[in-house]
């Protein structure tokens, strides 16, 4: 079996003398293991903190501005991932000093991510502003406020359409793709491509049964495979085949898709290659693996019917059909580095926001370090000198890292105990359904976790409201840069300012760019 980039599978890892549980853990090198011992006895000195603080401040100081044109763009985006959830991420995949790979960007701004019409976001009105640099309503995607969510005919109106930074890249003739953990259809990579009143009219038959008519409104799927945005990308992969198919069999699990309209999309794509064109299209890891990228032209890689699995669900149910994140984008950027004139790239970790709606946190985090791991594959690929690498989230989640747990605590354990003489636990959430798990419906007190299999990859972690889906949080999120003006990514922005500054450095789209900035 195998797995991505520094992971493995472990029976039990001991950080510091600190047991953590038999399950999956991040590893690290045995060096940085003895390190990290090292550095528990110096962290004891008053030298070791003004060395560690002299080392900060020499790097900050001697620290030059990238102004070169960006030939590349790769934008990383962690769905729902909170400050709170870097920061549990950074100790289960090693210790809290240790920086996952996109905190060491050397520059760092902060996102206001509410939309026209709500205070707390979601992925679809967000989408719409990091990526088409406009903010619209919620649900929406890729449309201006003006389009009210649900409504039927808004969408049709083309002066409420906005375009992504994908679009402005093809425009001066670069190549552009997606790649998400999700739905290729879901809203986040949506915001790519579409233009929708909501973002739940992935194929047709949504769209008919909220009432508004599928021939004279275009699903999201359809305008992937045949939108103005859509048909030009040269990279699309993720999940999300039973959007495409209708009676047509999945070719994995010979279940139906969910279209009506008796359309097969996946082969109308095939079909629409033209000349010597090579379009290529894989459902599993193995046939992504024997692509030959330097013969592909357009890649359709749709590994699941709805979304790609977990990390950890591949890792212990052996779904060896299922590539990691870091793989895929791996896979994509062989093809979109074939341009000369170069290339924009979205990247989405969208199951990160999933583990999080379910109060799975193990899963929610594990998510992240596998983006993590793709972020640092992306950076060592291309040079800082001409690819600008931006990661962010579209929004927060009500998820908390709290109490007073000891150093080298496992982040998922018990942080102390509670007035009620029970323990805590140091992960937990403002609402969703960990509330039932964890609250006796009867007595109305909380259950004992220590009688409760908190070790599960599936353990619904504590929530003090009770909500079917634990809701998305409203504060700021942060936005980490790497390369070609990524400078300008500090301070805080409205989040529509983030592709703006991106077209900037990549000098595409009809706004400012360093190509044509005089002031420079």
């Not at 905190?103 to 967000?126: L, R």
């Not at 999300?240 to 109308?268: A, C, V």
Request: glycine letters at 8%; proline letters at 3%; charged letters at 25%.
């Amino acid at each position: 079996m195998k797995l991505s980039l520094s992971l493995v599978l472990l029976a039990a890892v001991v950080v510091l003398g600190g047991p953590l549980d038999d399950h999956y853990h991040p590893s690290f090198p045995e060096e940085e293991k003895s390190t990290r011992t090292r550095n528990a006895n110096q962290e004891q000195t008053i030298e070791y903190w003004k060395e560690h603080a002299k080392q900060t401040v020499d790097t900050l100081v001697n620290r030059k501005e990238n102004t070169n044109v960006a030939k590349n763009v790769i934008m990383f985006l962690g769905d729902g991932m909170s400050i709170s959830t870097v920061a549990m991420a950074r100790v289960y995949a090693g210790g809290e000093e240790r920086q996952l790979s996109f905190e060491k960007f050397p520059h760092i701004g902060m996102s206001k991510t509410y939309c026209v019409d709500y205070q707390v976001a979601d992925s679809a009105c967000t989408a719409t502003a990091y990526l088409t640099g406009v903010k619209g309503n919620y649900e929406t995607i890729g449309v201006n406020a003006q389009v009210p969510s649900y409504h039927c005919t808004a969408q049709l109106d083309l002066n409420t359409h906005t375009h992504s930074i994908a679009k402005w890249a093809m425009d001066v003739g670069k190549d552009a793709g997606l790649v998400t953990t999700t739905r290729v259809t879901h809203a986040s990579p949506s915001g790519v491509y579409a233009h929708i009143a909501n973002r739940d009219w992935e194929s047709d038959n949504y769209i008919r049964t909220d009432g508004c008519n599928p021939d004279l409104i275009d699903d999201i799927a359809k305008q992937l495979i045949h939108g103005e945005t859509g048909k030009r990308l040269k990279v699309i992969m993720g999940g999300g085949r039973r959007e495409f198919l209708d009676t047509d069999l999945d070719p994995e699990y010979g279940t139906r898709g969910y279209r009506r309209d008796n359309r097969n999309l996946i082969q109308e794509w095939l079909d629409m290659a033209g000349g010597a064109e090579n379009r290529t299209f894989v459902w599993n890891k193995q046939d992504l693996f024997r692509v030959d990228t330097t013969r592909t032209d357009k890649l359709l890689a749709l590994f699941e019917p709805s979304h790609c699995a977990y990390n950890l669900d591949r890792v212990h149910q052996e779904m060896e059909g299922e590539p990691t994140l870091a793989e895929m984008v791996d896979r994509a950027t062989d093809i979109l580095s074939k341009n000369d004139k170069g290339f924009f790239l979205f990247v989405e970790g969208g199951r990160i926001d999933h583990g999080h709606h379910d109060t799975w946190g193990r899963l929610a985090i594990d998510e992240t370090v596998q983006f993590s791991e793709a972020i640092e594959l992306a950076r060592k690929k291309f040079s800082e000198e001409d690819t600008l690498i931006v990661v962010t989230s579209d929004h927060s989640h009500a998820v908390s890292f709290s109490g007073y747990p000891s150093r080298t605590n496992d982040i998922f354990g018990a942080a102390g105990t509670a007035s009620d003489g029970l323990p805590y636990m140091t992960l937990s959430y403002a609402n969703g359904r960990g509330y039932y798990d964890h609250i006796d419906l009867e007595t109305k007190g909380r259950k004992d976790i220590r009688k409760l299999d908190t070790t599960a990859d599936y353990f619904r972690f504590p929530a003090t409201l009770p909500v079917d889906s634990e809701t998305h949080g409203g504060e700021d999120v942060a936005v980490y840069a790497s390369g070609p003006w990524a400078h300008l990514f500090t301070g805080s922005y409205e989040q529509n300012t983030i592709p703006h500054m991106m077209a900037y450095a990549l000098c595409v789209g009809d706004g400012l760019t360093a190509c044509a900035d005089t002031t420079q």
